[in-house]
């Protein structure tokens, strides 16, 4: 499984483009749009250079890379790193943890997932499709 699900920039609440995470910076340099990224158990070289992009907190990002945090809520200058504990029922009918970390700026989110958890390309697909709302 890839470790980048999805990487894209929004204007006006609308889907731009997919872009290149290299490409993350200048994306952001424009006040007009913001970047959503997803990512799934990334190794430490991809949360790197996402760190360097999107100039992450240090703490933040050795939390996203290391599973198994409370969750929580932590400021990092202008930005939040949100962990959440996921859950679901497997086929067996038995419960699946996981966890989900966010990093959520003025012009961006990222969505680091951990373990047993769903892919969130359904909760995009219902923002994308809302565009009043996604502009906000």
Not at 56 to 67: F, K, P, S, T
Request: charged share 25%; glycine share 4%; net charge negative.
């Amino acid at each position: 499984m890839k470790e980048i699900i999805n990487c894209a920039a929004y204007s006006q609440g609308h889907r731009k483009s997919d872009i290149e995470l290299s490409d993350v910076h200048d994306v952001l340099k424009e006040t007009n749009q913001f970047v959503w990224i997803g990512l799934h158990e990334p190794s430490e070289e991809v949360l790197e250079q996402v760190q360097h992009e999107f100039n992450l907190h240090d703490l933040a990002v050795e939390d996203a890379h290391n599973a198994h945090q409370r969750p929580k809520v932590e400021m990092y200058g202008d930005s939040i790193f949100v962990v959440l504990r996921t859950a679901q029922v497997n086929r067996e009918h038995h419960t699946e943890f996981g966890e989900t970390h966010f990093f959520v700026g003025a012009n961006y989110i990222v969505s680091v997932r951990h373990g047993s958890s769903l892919s969130y390309a359904e909760v995009r697909s219902k923002c994308e499709s809302s565009p009043q709302m996604m502009s906000k």
